[in-house]
Antibody, heavy 124, light 109 residues
């Protein structure tokens, strides 16, 4: 079955860049039906979708308006993984970060596989 | 920015039935928003329950069902079990983005 394994530092200093990676097993980052998402959760903001990347003859990137100026999601086909970079972080970016797969096939959309979550604290 | 709204909290008795709803500030929720529902227990990642309005994952218990109700997406739990006490989140697709609801804390009492 599809599994997502997250990695990355749990502590980032204010104004620096938060970087996380999600390793995929059981599926391909270049899948023609899947998309690869980053989501975060904090007590103040609840669950917040940050963005996703997917491949449909070319790579697409979609980002939430709230982080659009600071976020980059990349896919690495050689390592079958995707990553999140969030620039210029502040303590407001402290949250549990999740990677997740969504899949569109047979006219249905499902977000069915999640990573285990990484707690990231931004120190001021 | 679109806001997705859920009941903050609901309480249900064991064996009872409860319906959670998911509304969009942009208007009526239709099947085109592909409502997904998740259950989350403390310290765990969200677990997918329902996708595209009413489809169940292979692991979703039969007592969970999804529908559209009065312009909203709905999740109904029939024959509630104590282990159903959790936070429930809906997720709607807006073409180029996903938006989560604020979540419903379900208490089984």
């Amino acid at each position: 079955q599809v599994q997502l394994q997250q990695s990355g530092p749990g502590l980032v200093k204010s104004s620096q860049t938060l970087s996380l990676t999600c390793d995929i097993s059981g599926d391909s980052v270049s899948s023609n039906s899947a998309a690869w998402n980053w989501i975060r959760q904090s007590p103040s903001r609840g669950l917040e979708w940050l963005g996703r990347t997917y491949y449909r003859s070319r790579w697409y990137y979609e980002y939430a308006a709230s982080v659009n100026s600071r976020i980059t999601i990349n896919a690495d086909t050689s390592r079958n993984q995707f990553s999140l970079q969030l620039k210029s972080v502040t303590p407001e970016d402290t949250a549990v970060y999740y990677c997740a797969r969504d899949d569109y096939s047979a006219r249905v959309y499902r977000m069915d596989v999640w990573g285990e979550g990484t707690t990231v604290t931004v120190s001021s | 920015q679109t806001v997705v709204t859920q009941e903050p909290s609901l309480t249900v008795s064991p064996g009872g039935t409860v319906t959670l709803t998911c509304a969009s500030s942009s208007g009526t929720v239709t099947s085109g928003f592909h409502p997904n529902w998740f259950q989350q227990k403390p310290g765990q990642a969200p677990r997918a329950l329902i996708y595209s309005t009413s489809n169940k994952h292979s692991w979703t218990p039969a007592r969970f069902s999804g529908s559209l109700l009065g312009g909203k997406a709905a999740l109904t739990l029939s024959g509630v079990q104590p282990e159903d006490e959790a936070d429930y989140y809906c997720l709607l697709y807006f073409g180029v983005s996903w938006v989560f609801g604020g979540g419903t804390k379900l208490t089984v009492l």
